[in-house]
């Protein structure tokens, strides 16, 4: 049995997906600078205020992936 050469292979590749790529790096670039631009005044802080700080950065900046990872998979933002 031989594989079927209709010509078609797939789907085109799109530009979306390395453009999303290149945004979630810059996204996560970004963060990184602005959090430790403050890093010395969350230092300053009590132990504990310190922790509920960095943990609510830690997930914040995840929100905006969910609409770049849908952009980047079906080429619509809602």
Known sequence: MTPDNS???????????PAGMFA?????LVWIVAVATFSAEIGSLPVLVQLIIYVVLGIVWILPLKPLLRWMEL???K
Do not use: D, M, N
């Open 7 to 17: 010509g078609e292979s797939g789907p085109e590749p799109t530009w979306r997906k």
């Open 24 to 28: 979630i790096l810059t996204l996560i």
């Open 75 to 77: 080429g619509r933002w």
